[in-house]
């Protein structure tokens, strides 16, 4: 094993980490896609108060939370096969993933529908809206642009967490890498390079969430 | 009284816009509103006065069905708002029971609560839109004419963090008034409002009274406008009608103590 850096293997090997960004970049997406609508789903059905659901879900929402990912995606593809649920890789590590992100971005949701003032709520009632009319055309909209910093947030985590996919073998970066030094005994450039696409992958996300969350701001007129 | 004495229906000689029959309200121990017996006629022009936390707001939202009810019935053109008809007696008035009786009555807010993220022609487009199921055009037209009528047409595509209060309010009335409603309720309308935009508003209330056959119910701390232009007033006192009768007389010749001490309060307030 050698500590010196080289150039020849790193552009060797930049092909194959940029194939496995891509799939990092594709469960990030999946993942993150199904957290934002799981999670919604989450914070609307605890909005009902009927609580022989809430009850449960709060607790369910608790237990995720508190307990690692890893030990979820672990859950999910190797507890499932005993009872009979045999999902691929993929399948799992999304699953397992977008539960675990849903959980917090129903919190999310939850703090911007809250800071919807009542008044809005009276108005549509007023108005004789239906539930419905009034979270999608009243509550929804107003309570996207102060939950989108939250939301960015919570994009990043999902993107810094999708190398705990390797633990069952998606073909992320991580695992790429890993694979790359079982193959080659090097570790300092493929470990390097997954860092720095970390890097360059998460800094823009920060500013481009302020940019969307501005963009939104106006398309509503606010 | 028994919930089986209330009619299903009120008979068609005795049929006010709307009844209130024993409505309480309470939140906790507090008794808001104590066994309020209030008929208003159609057409009618009545106003509500008292001092803070009598209840004056706590009728309109009971009316308008942002409370539940503690106890009575609300009739509105002879039918139970509160309630609705099951085997033959009166009981809490479900979602759907509600979304039909109330589609009679709109409200405006001391705060507006216009909705933001639309402009003042959305604003109004929308109930007749989603509510209503007018198609576009006509609902179009139809905000249009009552954005007109309250002065606000060459603003109609501003959104309302670009509007003052008085405009604001203006288009608040529009919205309400856009699904065409047979009893408006006006909250306080002015009270958020600096002093020299409170004529737009009251102006535009004032046509309302003189041009169309709305019944209205309105709260107000300007005693001058509420002797104007109501047919009745109210005088609300610790969730009971301390004193009524037509605003001529009930300014000039107040009968109860309680009443005279109040009036002579606010004037020397003004
Ligand atoms: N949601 C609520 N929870 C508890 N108490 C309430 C609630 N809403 C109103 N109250 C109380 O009910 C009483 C009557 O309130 P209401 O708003 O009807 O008074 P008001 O006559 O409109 O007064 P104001 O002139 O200040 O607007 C007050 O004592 C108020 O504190
Ligand atoms: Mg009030």
Not at chain 1, 148 to 167: E, R
Not at chain 2, 50 to 76: A, H, Q
Not at chain 2, 191 to 206: C, F, K, M, Q, Y
Request: contains cysteine; aromatic residues 10%.
């Amino acid at each position: 094993m050698s500590f010196q850096w080289k150039w020849e293997f790193t552009w060797a090997i930049l092909p194959r980490l940029m194939w496995a960004t891509v799939n990092t970049l594709l469960a990030s997406g999946i993942g993150y896609a199904i957290a934002m609508v799981l999670g919604l789903v989450f914070a609307l059905l605890l909005r009902t108060g009927w609580k022989p659901l809430t009850l449960p879900l709060r607790e369910a929402i608790e237990f995720i939370r508190s307990t690692p990912l890893v030990l979820q995606i672990f859950f999910v593809f190797y507890v499932g096969p005993q009872f009979g649920v045999r999902l691929s890789p993929w399948v799992s590590g999304m699953i397992a993933i977008g539960l675990h992100y849903s959980c917090y971005l129903s919190e999310v949701y939850r703090a911007g529908i809250e800071a919807v003032p009542r008044g809005q709520w009276e108005a549509a009632r007023a108005l004789n809206m239906s539930t419905r009319d009034t979270y999608m055309r009243i509550v929804i909209p107003q309570a996207l642009p102060p939950s989108i910093a939250g939301m960015g947030n919570y994009l990043v985590g999902i993107f810094k967490d999708t190398p705990m996919l390797s633990v069952i073998g998606v073909a992320e970066l991580m695992q790429t890498a890993n694979a790359i030094g079982s193959e080659t005994y090097r570790f300092l450039e493929p470990y390097t390079l997954v860092g720095v696409i970390f890097l360059l992958l998460s800094l823009p996300t920060a500013a481009f969430m302020r940019q969307f969350e501005a963009w939104v701001r106006r398309k509503l007129g606010m | 009284m028994e919930m089986s004495a209330y009619p299903l229906e009120l008979p068609e000689d005795d049929r006010p816009m709307v009844r209130f029959m024993n409505v309480t309200k309470s939140y906790g121990a507090l008794t808001v509103l104590d066994q309020l017996n209030l008929d208003i006629t159609r057409g009618e022009m009545v106003t509500v006065i008292g001092p803070s936390g009598s209840g004056k707001t706590t009728v309109l939202r009971m009316l308008m069905t942002l409370e539940t009810i503690n106890g009575g019935v609300i009739y509105v053109d002879g039918k139970p708002l509160t309630h609705m008809p099951k085997n033959g007696v009166l009981v809490p008035a479900n979602e759907r029971y509600l979304r039909k009786a109330r589609s009679m009555i709109g409200m405006c807010f001391q705060h507006f609560n216009l909705f933001p993220h639309m402009t003042a022609l959305q604003n109004c487009m929308e109930g007749p839109v989603q509510v209503l199921g007018l198609p576009k055009a006509e609902a179009r037209a139809r905000s249009e004419e009552l954005l007109e009528m309250v002065g606000m047409i060459d603003k109609k595509d501003q959104y309302p963090s670009r509007l003052s209060g008085g405009q604001q309010q203006r288009v608040a009335i529009a919205r309400a008034l856009a699904m065409r409603p047979k009893i408006m309720l006006f909250d306080e309308v002015t009270s958020a409002l600096d002093p020299e935009v409170i004529g737009e508003v009251t102006n535009v209330i004032r046509k309302l009274v003189n041009e169309h056959d709305l019944t209205m119910l309105m709260v107000t701390h300007q005693m001058g406008f509420a002797r104007d232009i109501s047919d009745r007033v109210c005088f609300f006192y610790q969730g009971r009608i301390e004193e009524q009768g037509e605003a001529e007389a009930f300014f000039t010749n107040p009968q109860r103590e309680r009443t005279k001490q109040f009036l002579s309060a606010v004037k020397a307030a003004d």
